[in-house]
Each structure stands twice: as structure tokens, then as C-alpha cells.
């Protein structure tokens, strides 16, 4: 009987413990908009409301999968270029930098967009962006603070513009590219007119023109190059620019020949190589003069060859502090680029005789058919065949250069070499002996290897102004 009563209590315990690890709870499961849950016990939950919260979205871009790429709120930024040989379109810009105050500044987000709209499809209530509707989206990613690689074209979307009595823009966007990522935009305001996407939308292309950059990083002057010239400075070479806009500051880049034709980062600069200036922006190669020594900045000169220069220069104005090894200066850039004809650099024009008037003018040219050499005095002399009938030479032994023979292989420069030279064509005659008048400008240099071919330069005026300047490259008769 005690054993039966045991046993009793003993099942009586264990179906207590049962009942006690089987108690119900009761939880409220949160499924987030992302996919992520949050699990609440009820028994916890005091009190659930439900409200309605506004909140403005300027920009959303999204990956396929739904992840924000970029998100703003209200967009302030848009920009409007008309080009100037389009009169019937309207291009809009607008990105991920938020409330960019200017163009460029649309280079410091991770993305940059353009709506580029015919005029008969603006304010036409909601169009679409694929088709031929007059409006299309494009996309770019930025490096280096401009648009680099296109993003893929639009799959679906649409636009909406609208423009009230005041001229006040509103734009809504939304779309979708081919990969599946999606954007949708709004903005409403009044866009800022710009003239050039240059900074954005870097074309390569030669403007002959030069901007200057304050320290808002806004373009405060920009000039038409209108001349360059090349001068020497001491064993380097100075071109000086000429601007059209008289609010433009004076500008030189002095230059070691040696590094014509090379691409100079002032980043990686070792050497002295090369000095910028434009007004108070001063920076040059590293040396041991007192100089700024520019750590932001490119620089290309290219000597085409014909008696023009192709110039490219991006420099900003931050340098080695030349009393510390801190970094100075200012944020003033100045970007130009010039192709064109350069002062003071002697064409190359290879078997030809080119003539210009005493204004620089280029009267005509004719070609060097064939080069004979003799000897006339000691000097060796070699005379110029040419088989332009359209100009009366009158003389046909009239076209030649003659030096002493010590002189060959060298470049001769008449006003200063001692030993005899001249250059006579039709009548445009020099020489630093007596036999000819005596050159306003004038330099030969022939090589003559003794082979069978020769290569002659010379450029040269006579007391009124008038040059000549030719070239050969060839046998000899």
C-alpha cells in the first residue's frame, strides 16, 4: 500500500513538471521593409500606435536588389545648358551631391543624371522616357569629380514637367534601366542656366580659351587666347599669353626645352622643369630657388612642327611651403588650352621655301624639288631647285645658302658667328660678311654627312622685315 502510494506521488510530480515546460507564450512578430523581423512578447507590449509620418525624398537610386545607392531629401540642385547649335532642345542636370551650389560641385556626389528634353515635349504633362516621346534620361558615374562610365540606358519611366505662371520648374521622375536599378527624383524651383559642361563632361577639345578659378571654386574670368608667344628666358623658353577679356590677369609658362613634349604632374615632379604663373596662382618644378613648388597640376606644350604650339595646363594654386615641409597656397585653378600659331617659333615646313611679308603675313610658298652642292669662294655652297612656274624667280641660281665648311653640322646664327655665312633667295639676301647686306634675323644650320643627302633649315630677314624660312630633307644632285 506505501508502494502504491509512492508511485502516485511520483507520476503526480512528473505531470506537474510536464504541465510547467509546456506553458504557452504568446509573441507579435514585426516583418521589416528590408526583410529583417523583430520578435516582441505580448506580455511586454504595453501600448501599439500607428502614424503617419511625411518625409520628403529629393533622389532615391536603388540597385537591382532594391539597395539604396543614393538617397537625398529635397533635391535644390538642377542645372539648365542650352546649346548654343541646338536651339530646340534643353538639357537638365542634377545628382547625388546634395544642395551642389554649382555645376562642378555636382562631381562631388557618386552619380550625375541628364534629361535631355526637346522643347515640344517639355510642359506636356507625363511623358515617356523611352521611345521617340522627345525626352531622354542618361546616367553616369562620377570619378575624379567627373562623369566617367554611362549607366545603362532606360528600360522604363516616365517624366513629368510642369512650369507655373512665376517660370518655377517642377520635375518628377521615375524610372527604371536595363540592369533594374531604378531612380525616382523631384524637384521644383528655378534651375541655374550654365554655359559649359566642360567641367563635368571633359570633351578634350583645343578652345584656345583660358578660365580662372577663385576660391569659391566658381569660373570668376574666362578669356579667348588670342595669341601666344615664345621668347627666351635665360636657358628656357617663356610663352607669353595674350587674352581677349581685359579682367584677365597677365600669364607665362616658363619651360626647360628639354621637357617640351613631355606631360609634367606637378605631383611627381623631380626635377626644375617648369614655372606657372597667372596672376597671384605661382607655382613651379621642385628646386632650390625661391619658388612655390606646385603639388596640383598638369602641364603639356607640344611643338607641332609648323610654327604652331599645342598648349594644355590644369593648375592649381597649392604648393610646398618653401620655408617648411607643410603644404600652402589657395584653391585657385586656372585650366587653358591653346593650338595655334605661336610667335617667335620658326615654322618647319620640310622641302619647301615659305615667304612672309614684313606684318608676319604669309605671302606664298613654293616647293624644293631637288638641292645641288658646289664650292664658290672656299664656301660650300648648295643651291635650291624649284619648279613653281607661278613665281618669276628672274634668277635661277638665285635661291641657295652657302657657309664655311667648319659651319656644317652646326646651327649658325648670323648676327653673332664670326665665320662666314649666308642666305640669298630671289631677293631677299643676307650674310654676316660683306658680300650680302646684313640679316635683321637669321639663322642656317645644314647637315651634311657626306652620303649623298643633306638636310638644310634656315629662317631669315632682311633689314625690311621680309623672311624667308625653308626646309630640305633629300639627296643632292
Known amino acids: 500500500m506505501m508502494k502504491k502510494s509512492?508511485?502516485?506521488?511520483s507520476g503526480l510530480a512528473v505531470?506537474?513538471?510536464?504541465?510547467?515546460?509546456?506553458?504557452?507564450?504568446?509573441?507579435?512578430?514585426?516583418?521589416?521593409?528590408?526583410?529583417?523581423?523583430?520578435?516582441?512578447?505580448?506580455?511586454?507590449?504595453?501600448?501599439?500606435?500607428?502614424e503617419t509620418v511625411e518625409t520628403t525624398v529629393g533622389l532615391l537610386f536603388t540597385g537591382a536588389d532594391?539597395?539604396?545607392?543614393?538617397?537625398?531629401?529635397?533635391?535644390?540642385?538642377?542645372?539648365?545648358?542650352?546649346?548654343?547649335?541646338?536651339d530646340q532642345a534643353v538639357r537638365l542636370y542634377f545628382g547625388t551631391a546634395v544642395g551642389a551650389e554649382s555645376f562642378a560641385a555636382l562631381g562631388e556626389g557618386s552619380h550625375v543624371f541628364l534629361l535631355d528634353c526637346a522643347l515640344s515635349a517639355l510642359y506636356q504633362g507625363e511623358v515617356s522616357l523611352t521611345g521617340a516621346s522627345g525626352i531622354t534620361l542618361t546616367g553616369f558615374e562620377i570619378a575624379d569629380g567627373v562623369a566617367a562610365s554611362e549607366l545603362p540606358e532606360v528600360s522604363q519611366g516616365t517624366v513629368t514637367t510642369t512650369r507655373n505662371a512665376k517660370g518655377v520648374l517642377t520635375v518628377e521622375l521615375d524610372a527604371v534601366l536595363a540592369d533594374g536599378s531604378a531612380l525616382r527624383a523631384s524637384y521644383t524651383g528655378t534651375p541655374s542656366d550654365i554655359t559649359s559642361v566642360e567641367e563635368l563632361f571633359p570633351s578634350g577639345e583645343i578652345k584656345n580659351e583660358m578660365s580662372y578659378y577663385g576660391y569659391s571654386g566658381d569660373v570668376e574670368v574666362t578669356s579667348a587666347i588670342t595669341g601666344v608667344k615664345i621668347t627666351d628666358y635665360n636657358d628656357w623658353k617663356r610663352f607669353t599669353f595674350t587674352f581677349e577679356s581685359a579682367s584677365a590677369q597677365s600669364c607665362t609658362?616658363?619651360?626647360d626645352p628639354a621637357a617640351i613634349g613631355q606631360q609634367l604632374d606637378f605631383a611627381t615632379l623631380e626635377s626644375h622643369t617648369v614655372n606657372f604663373r597667372y596672376g597671384s596662382v605661382q607655382v613651379s618644378g621642385p628646386n632650390d630657388q625661391y619658388r612655390n613648388q606646385g603639388v596640383e597640376g598638369t602641364i603639356l606644350i607640344t611643338d607641332n612642327g609648323d610654327g604652331t604650339v599645342t598648349i594644355l595646363a590644369d593648375v592649381t594654386n597649392k604648393y610646398k611651403n618653401m620655408w617648411g615641409s607643410g603644404t600652402s597656397g589657395t584653391p585657385e585653378r586656372v585650366v587653358l588650352s591653346y593650338s595655334g600659331p605661336c610667335e617667335g617659333l620658326a615654322p618647319v615646313i620640310k622641302n619647301e621655301i615659305t615667304f612672309f611679308n614684313p606684318d608676319g603675313a604669309q605671302i606664298n610658298y613654293t616647293e624644293i624639288s631637288s638641292v645641288k652642292k658646289t664650292t664658290s669662294s672656299g664656301?660650300?655652297?648648295?643651291?635650291?631647285?624649284?619648279?613653281?612656274?607661278?613665281?618669276?624667280?628672274?634668277?635661277?641660281?638665285?635661291?641657295?645658302?652657302?657657309?664655311?665648311?667648319?659651319?656644317?653640322?652646326?646651327?649658325?646664327?648670323?648676327l653673332t658667328e664670326t665665320k662666314s655665312a649666308a642666305c640669298v633667295v630671289t631677293d631677299v639676301q643676307v650674310s654676316n660678311f660683306d658680300r650680302y647686306p646684313a640679316p635683321l634675323s637669321g639663322k642656317l644650320k645644314v647637315i651634311d654627312n657626306g652620303d649623298g643627302n643633306v638636310t638644310i633649315t634656315a629662317d631669315f630677314a632682311n633689314a625690311s622685315n621680309n623672311r624667308v624660312v625653308l626646309s630640305y630633307d633629300g639627296a643632292l644632285k
Do not use: C, H
Not at 543614393?70 to 542650352?82: D, E, I, P, V, W
Open 6 to 9: 509512492i508511485l502516485l506521488a
Open 15 to 50: 505531470a506537474l513538471a510536464a504541465a510547467a515546460f509546456t506553458e504557452v507564450t504568446e509573441t507579435m512578430t514585426v516583418r521589416l521593409a528590408d526583410g529583417t523581423a523583430v520578435e516582441y512578447d505580448i506580455d511586454q507590449v504595453e501600448k501599439v500606435e500607428f
Open 66 to 86: 532594391g539597395t539604396e545607392i543614393a538617397k537625398t531629401g529635397a533635391m535644390t540642385s538642377m542645372f539648365r545648358f542650352l546649346p548654343a547649335d541646338n
Open 253 to 255: 609658362i616658363e619651360i
Open 379 to 414: 664656301l660650300s655652297k648648295y643651291i635650291f631647285t624649284v619648279t613653281d612656274d607661278a613665281i618669276d624667280w628672274n634668277w635661277g641660281s638665285q635661291l641657295f645658302v652657302m657657309l664655311d665648311p667648319e659651319l656644317v653640322g652646326q646651327e649658325v646664327d648670323l
